[in-house]
């Protein structure tokens, strides 16, 4: 397993922007589905964005489409998500994660190494 450490969640304003990043250690982070996810207490996790590390392909959820960019740093192992505009519907635990494959629309393939999370909260 590949530890995933996730970073820069905090509190901002409706319409204020975050970025946070989530660092990959280990030899494993090539050719991957590397993911967002988020959850609110009682509610089901939802899948916000991902990528494939080796490069050409992403997803949204509609409800982030057009304010959210996934992004990488290849060199550096780290993925980010660009959370602008955002919204109190947005406030969650995020999370990111991995799992194997080159489609990383959702699928039935489990993501792995899940990080800790880091908490998003967007007052009105």
């Known amino acids: 397993q590949v530890p995933v450490v996730e970073s820069g969640g905090g509190s901002v304003q409706a319409g204020g922007s975050l970025r946070l990043s989530c660092v990959y250690s280990g030899s494993n982070y090539a050719n991957k589905c590397v993911g967002w996810f988020r959850q609110v207490p009682g509610n089901k996790r939802e899948q916000v964005a991902a990528?494939?590390?080796?490069?050409?392909?992403?997803y949204y959820a509609d409800s982030v489409k057009g304010r959210f960019t996934i992004s990488q740093d290849y060199a550096k192992k780290t993925l980010y998500l660009q959370m602008n505009s955002l919204r109190p519907e947005d406030t969650a635990m995020y999370y990111c994660?991995?799992?194997?494959?080159?489609?990383?629309?959702?699928?039935?393939?489990?993501?792995?190494?899940w990080g800790q999370g880091t908490q998003v909260t967007v007052s009105s």
């Open positions: 990528l494939f590390t080796g490069g050409g392909g992403t």
């Open positions: 994660a991995d799992r194997l494959g080159s489609w990383c629309h959702p699928s039935s393939l489990p993501y792995t190494n």
